[in-house]
C-alpha cells in the first residue's frame, strides 16, 4: 500500500493517509573504538517494519542500499556486504547508514539515514609501570602504590607471581599491594 492509505472506514466514508515516515533506531552497536572486528545491529524504531542500510570504510565511497530486510533480521557485519573471503572488518573508521520503512511504505529520507560511526583498532597496547611509583629492588615495605601507564591504554589487568589475573581496573586506579611478605 504505498500510497499511504492504512485504514478505511466505510461507515463514515473516512480515509486516513499516513505520509510521515519513522526513522530507524539502532541497538547492539559497537562502541566508538573497539577492537571486535564484527558488528551484530538490530533495527528497530516505532512503527518500523522493514529496513535498508548501506556501509562504508573509511573514506571509500558507500556502498549501494541493500534491499529491503525486515526488523527480525539484524545486520551482521562483515557477513551482509556481500565481500567474498572476507570474514572480518579492518582496523579503521566504519560507517553505517540505515533508512528504515513502516508498515505503509513510508521511507525514512536517505539524506536523514540513521547513522553509527566507529573505529576498529587491534593493535595491541602496550601497558608499563610508571617507574616512579615501583619499589626499590629490595626494600622492607610491606605495601606497594603502583601506576600504569602507556600510549593509548585505559584499562589494565594484573597478576603477582602466579595468582589469577585481576579484573580490569581504569588507569586511574593505581595497584594496591599490602601485606607483602618474602
Not at 45 to 72: H, I, L, M, Q, T
Not at 105 to 129: H, M, R, Y
Not at 160 to 168: A, F, R
Amino acid at each position: 500500500n504505498k500510497g499511504g492509505v492504512y485504514g478505511i472506514d466505510a461507515s463514515k466514508n473516512e480515509l486516513t493517509v499516513d505520509t510521515e515516515a519513522a526513522n530507524a533506531v539502532l541497538s547492539g552497536l559497537p562502541a566508538t573504538t573497539t577492537s571486535s572486528t564484527k558488528a551484530t545491529i538490530t533495527v528497530g524504531g516505532e512503527g518500523v517494519v522493514r529496513y535498508k542500510f548501506r556501509y562504508r570504510f573509511a573514506a571509500d565511497p558507500w556502498g549501494d542500499w541493500s534491499a529491503e530486510k525486515p526488523v527480525s533480521e539484524k545486520i551482521l557485519l562483515p557477513e551482509h556486504l556481500g565481500l567474498s573471503g572476507v570474514e572480518k572488518l579492518f582496523d579503521g573508521d566504519h560507517n553505517l547508514q540505515v533508512v528504515a520503512i513502516d508498515a505503509v511504505g513510508n521511507q525514512q529520507p536517505e539524506e536523514s539515514a540513521t547513522t553509527c560511526l566507529w573505529t576498529i583498532d587491534t593493535t595491541v597496547k602496550l601497558a608499563q609501570f610508571d617507574a616512579n611509583t615501583l619499589p626499590v629492588a629490595r626494600t622492607n615495605e610491606t605495601s606497594a602504590f603502583i601506576r600504569v601507564a602507556g600510549e593509548d591504554v585505559t584499562f589494565y589487568r594484573f597478576r603477582l607471581n602466579d595468582s589469577s589475573w585481576s579484573v580490569s581496573y581504569p588507569v586511574t586506579t593505581l595497584i594496591t599491594l599490602v601485606g607483602l611478605k618474602s
